[in-house]
């Protein structure tokens, strides 16, 4: 399922476009609204647990452990 996001903060990210191909760097503006498939976990940090999430959006690419810190449900 697709959710509606809207990032909180300025984030710069690494981009999977493929297996194939590198990682592109991607800045992703604060107030940015994406479509994404969100799929939560829980790392561990040298502070204690920190819940992220990988997203997976609607054109195919996805970035990796982003913090819930850093963007909110729109929908």
Request: aromatic share 12%; glycine share 4%; proline share 4%.
């Amino acid at each position: 399922m697709y959710h509606t996001i809207e990032f909180t903060t300025e984030l710069l990210v690494d981009l999977e476009v493929s297996p194939k191909h590198w990682l592109e760097r991607l800045r992703l503006a604060k107030g940015k609204k994406v479509q994404a498939q969100v799929k939560p976990y829980v790392v561990e940090t040298d502070d204690g647990p920190v819940e992220v999430a990988d997203l997976y959006f609607t054109d195919g690419t996805a970035t990796r452990q982003v913090s819930f810190d850093s963007f909110m449900f729109v929908d």
